[in-house]
């Protein structure tokens, strides 16, 4: 089974809109983190935000805001007031604690964002 | 701070030949890692570092030698190349620890190597 899935492969999104990245996990370790990344089309990989299992709030960080459901092991992210420079791949991650701290990460979703 | 470093950019090898990627942070992270990128199929991880004189195996190992004898530096072999080794490689260093009551983890990456094996 896949550690990371993102069932969306292609987004568009209004600039100045919000937008939600779906992102499902799949693990059995009680400890892992969740990650968010950004890679624009330049190709570096840009670190967004990251979520613990046992943190009760949901991470922000700016206009980037993880919604995490621990029970529906869903980690999605939300981009609000959408830029241009926010058009990129963005990927999901997990890191798993106790099974040796490898990371997984997912295929990507690519946002575009439209004027 | 030059954060992570990689070297080279861009690298072509014949099939067979044996090469080092070279991967360095200043920021003193004890978790180091190496990851291939494929279209298509997302960042896969080949080797992991928790410390200087630890390595373990991550999801895609075959084919990749590490070492980290200094918590600076965690360069990647591959021993004999082959056309499957064709990718993007991205080196990352990683930090963890407690601020303001919060804990937080953040990766850092390295602006990645371009290798062609013909």
């Known amino acids: 089974a896949q550690k990371i899935t993102q069932t969306q492969p292609g987004m568009f999104v209004q600039e100045k809109e919000a937008v939600t990245l779906d992102c499902t996990y799949d693990?059995?370790?009680?400890?892992?983190?969740l990650f968010w990344y950004k890679q624009p089309s330049s190709g570096e990989m840009i670190f967004l935000i990251y979520?613990?299992?046992?943190?009760?709030q949901n991470a922000t960080e700016g206009r980037y805001s993880l919604n995490f459901q621990k029970a529906r092991k869903s980690a999605n992210l939300v981009i609000s007031a959408s830029q241009l420079g926010d058009s990129a791949m963005y990927f999901c991650?997990?890191?798993?604690?106790?099974?040796?701290?490898?990371?997984?990460f997912g295929t990507g979703t690519s946002l575009t964002v439209i004027p | 701070n030059a954060g992570v470093t990689q070297t080279p950019k861009f690298q072509v090898l014949k099939t067979g030949q044996s090469m080092t990627l070279q991967c360095a942070q200043d920021?003193?992270?004890?978790?180091m890692s190496w990851y291939r990128q494929d279209p298509g199929m997302g960042l896969r991880l080949i080797h992991y570092s928790v410390g200087a004189g630890i390595t373990d195996q991550g999801e895609v190992p075959n084919g990749y030698n590490v070492s980290r004898s200094t918590t600076e530096d965690f360069p990647l072999r591959l021993l004999s190349a082959a056309p499957s080794q064709t990718s993007v490689y991205f080196c990352?260093?990683?930090?963890?620890?407690?601020?303001?009551?919060?804990?937080?983890?953040?990766?850092?990456f390295g602006p990645g190597t371009r290798l062609l094996v013909l």
């Open positions: 990352a260093s990683s930090y963890s620890g407690t601020s303001g009551g919060l804990y937080q983890e953040t990766q850092y």
């Open positions: 693990t059995s370790d009680p400890s892992y983190g």
């Open positions: 979520q613990g299992s046992y943190d009760q």
């Open positions: 991650a997990m890191r798993e604690v106790e099974a040796g701290n490898q990371f997984y």
């Open positions: 920021m003193n992270h004890e978790y």
